[in-house]
């Protein structure tokens, strides 16, 4: 009974915080947001002015500079909330270089200083990276990889034009997209770190003038968004199924769709700019892609949101949705089905209590983090290995990420 009332006390405070179904505006529309990144309790956003931050249950106006204030951060990955890695555009040209912080954003070094090939255009992910693993990291407009945290750079053979991306269960496969010379929708993979690619088949993703901007991955699913479009392939791209194409719905929802992320509960969300109406306008799936729900809200002050990206915090009973652009977004959305294609991990933590404090993580799976939380929602200690050793006795959250998606668990130290 003591487990229960616990929990419960937990799951009211976490729904209190922000409010079931509710939306917030964060601030930020003083300077354009172009990324967002969450570790651990923090949420990162990468501005016209360099990187802010500010803790994903807060939901008030207020952001703390750290880093790169004056320069446009186009993206930012965290490590640890020391080691950051920053995409930096330069000049007028918009071509970028690479940054790299191991103080928390006090101070940054150049890991890439060669100006890139291509300028930022509309590209959501210039690096991809695997897991929690920054030492590893895929430059798409400097078609260049490193493996040693930027000591070493060597050649990408090919390049696309939007995205690169890393599947988070295969850290040898990776992806990069957006469309080719003759207004085509174009995914290109490699199943060997970057060292061939092989093109994807892209028949029935969408007709005429659209482009790959992101992807998703459910099982063997793949799901690509583009210009108004999500489409899905069970098959490695031998065929496209359309899950949703916006050309046909009222004006304001023919979004050219940026980013799509995947909650641990299942849900899949996406989201991008619209041309039309001063609203935050975002697309919801249950089903692993095949159909979706549209979600819209006000944007402040009459001004259109201009959505460049999307990032997710999900805890027990939530998923706290974040979307930046004109200024910062929040909404909360409170779910209650796992998606059918997440299998579970085979995981068990041992001893369950504990009396002195020590546990062990048992999984086939690799493990990719975990992060503990008390009964305020509050991040506790984070790690990567299989053991955890805590210091005060209390009733504790357990969140696991494997290769295979995140788990929770209950963990006592009694």
């Not at 601030?27 to 172009?34: H, I």
């Not at 928390?104 to 090939?117: E, K, P, V, Y």
């Not at 369950?352 to 048992?362: L, V």
Request: hydrophobic share 35%; proline share 2%.
């Amino acid at each position: 009974m003591k487990i229960v009332r616990c929990l419960s006390v937990l799951f009211s405070i976490l729904i209190s915080l922000q409010g079931q179904g509710q939306t917030y505006y964060l601030g930020l529309g003083n300077t354009k947001t172009t990324d967002l990144f969450i570790y651990g309790d923090t949420i990162y956003a990468g501005t016209y002015n360099g990187i802010y931050k500010k803790n994903v249950y807060a939901s008030d106006t207020n952001w703390t500079p750290c880093g790169l204030q004056g320069n446009h951060v186009v993206q930012i990955v965290a490590a640890d909330y020391q080691k950051f890695i920053a995409v930096v555009e330069i000049g007028s040209l918009k071509k970028t270089r690479i940054h790299k912080s191991i103080n928390g954003g006090n101070t940054f070094s150049l890991i890439l200083a060669d100006t890139s090939f291509q300028n930022s255009y509309q590209y959501l992910d210039h690096i991809a990276y695997s897991g929690n693993n920054i030492d590893t990291i895929y430059s798409l407009s400097h078609m260049k990889k490193t493996f040693n945290g930027g000591n070493t750079w060597s050649p990408i053979p090919y390049s696309s034009l939007r995205f690169i991306k890393v599947h988070p269960a295969h850290s040898n496969e990776l992806f990069m997209g957006g469309e080719t010379m003759i207004f085509s929708p174009e995914i290109k993979h490699s199943s060997d770190f970057a060292g061939t690619f092989s093109n994807v088949n892209m028949s029935g993703f969408f007709g005429g003038d659209n482009s790959v901007h992101d992807m998703e991955f459910v099982g063997n699913r793949w799901i690509g968004v583009g210009e108004g479009v999500i489409s899905y392939t069970d098959d490695n791209g031998t065929n496209w199924n359309q899950g949703i194409n916006t050309w046909s719905y009222p004006l304001g929802w023919g979004l050219y769709i940026l980013d799509i992320e995947k909650s641990k509960h299942g849900t899949l969300y996406a989201s991008g700019e619209a041309f039309y109406g001063n609203r935050v306008n975002y697309f919801a799936s249950n089903n692993n892609g095949e159909s979706w729900d549209t979600v819209s809200f006000a944007s402040v002050h009459n001004i259109n949101p201009s959505i460049k990206c999307i990032a997710l915090f999900d805890n027990l009973t939530s998923d706290y949705l974040f979307l930046g652009g004109n200024g910062v977004y929040l909404t909360n959305n409170a779910v209650s089905q796992v998606n059918e294609f997440i299998k579970d991990s085979e995981i068990s933590i041992y001893p369950n209590p504990s009396n002195d404090g020590n546990f062990f993580i048992q999984t086939d799976d690799r493990i990719i983090s975990w992060t503990i939380y008390n009964m305020l929602g509050q991040l506790i200690l984070s790690g990567k290995d299989n053991t955890i050793q805590l210091q005060k006795k209390n009733f504790y959250i357990l969140s696991i990420e494997t290769n295979r998606g995140r788990q929770t668990r209950k963990i006592i130290y009694q």
